[in-house]
């Protein structure tokens, strides 16, 4: 299989080049996230659920940990420990 990709900048032609590669035949649409140009960054920020907040804030302070780990600041169980605790 080959992959192919295609940056539609008219957002009202998008449904017509869909169509167009499903009359071909042998193709498969998948519509994917858009990503944003470097011109537009910073002009609009998505604004993050409840549910994200929370796994950004989780995830921060995962990393904070794994730092504090690595420096010498805390220190980990194993894994062996980890699995006897269970």
């Known amino acids: 299989m080959t992959r192919l990709i295609i940056?539609?900048?008219d957002p009202k032609r998008e449904k017509k080049v869909a169509e167009a590669l499903l009359k071909l035949g042998g193709v498969e649409v998948v519509r994917a996230e858009a990503?944003?140009?470097k011109a537009s960054k910073g002009k609009a920020k998505r604004v993050l659920s409840a549910k994200e907040k929370r796994f950004v804030a989780e995830l921060r302070q995962a990393l904070?940990?794994?730092g504090?780990?690595?420096s010498g600041k805390r220190k980990f169980q194993s894994?062996?420990?980890f699995l006897?605790?269970?």
């Open 7 to 9: 940056d539609i900048t």
């Open 64 to 66: 904070k940990e794994l």
């Open 35 to 37: 990503i944003p140009d």
């Open 68 to 70: 504090d780990h690595v």
């Open 79 to 81: 894994a062996r420990e």
């Open 84 to 86: 006897n605790g269970l």
